[in-house]
């Protein structure tokens, strides 16, 4: 895991990043409800065209992503300009997206949920009910592009058990006990 340099300021909100099946979700929750602060499945943000076009076992485009990380973005900042910390899961795979969904230049930290690629394939087979297709980490994987060192993000792996996994985020972003902000 790399570490922030220093304590994070708040606001600010958290962007669970990785590719499909890492853990977004869980770890997002568990922090949300740890910080208690809002959350939000950004998968629930996606067009309909979006999730029936996963189903259907195709990648999305940069084409398809647009209203998808706009949406997200915009939930960042809303939260941002309340004055609220906030915790929000999105794939984020390229630069280019998180440059889009950090477009105020701060207030947003990236926690990239970095796992192998045998580890999230066995997560995604046991997955049910979820619209991601296991046949579509492939084009997860081939798309994404991790944090640069420029980048306000931190890298975290995977294999622990969630509430560990939980533990650390807050430990290396420097959220020192007591930082909990209500939203």
Not at 84 to 92: F, M, N, P, R, Y
Request: charged share 20%.
């Amino acid at each position: 895991m790399t570490a922030a340099a220093s304590p994070i300021a708040l606001p600010v909100v958290l962007v669970l990043m990785g590719v499909s099946g890492c853990g977004k979700t869980t770890i997002g929750e568990l922090l949300a409800g740890r910080l208690h602060w809002a959350c939000e499945e950004g998968d629930s943000l996606h067009p309909p065209a979006n999730v029936a076009k996963m189903r259907a076992g195709h990648p999305l485009d940069d084409v398809d992503r647009a209203p998808w990380l706009a949406k997200v973005a915009d939930w960042v900042d809303a939260r941002l300009d309340a004055g609220e910390s906030g915790v929000i899961t999105c794939s984020a795979l390229r630069r280019a997206y998180r440059d889009l969904i950090a477009r105020r230049g701060n207030g947003v930290e990236f926690v990239y949920l970095h796992g192998s690629r045998e580890l999230i394939a066995s997560r995604l087979n046991a997955r049910h009910g979820h619209f991601m297709p296991p046949s579509l980490l492939d084009s997860q994987f081939a798309t994404l592009e991790e944090p640069a060192a420029d980048e306000p993000a931190i890298r975290v792996e995977i294999g622990a058990a969630p509430d560990l996994i939980a533990s650390r985020i807050v430990d290396a972003l420097g959220l020192p006990a007591g930082s909990e902000q209500r939203a």
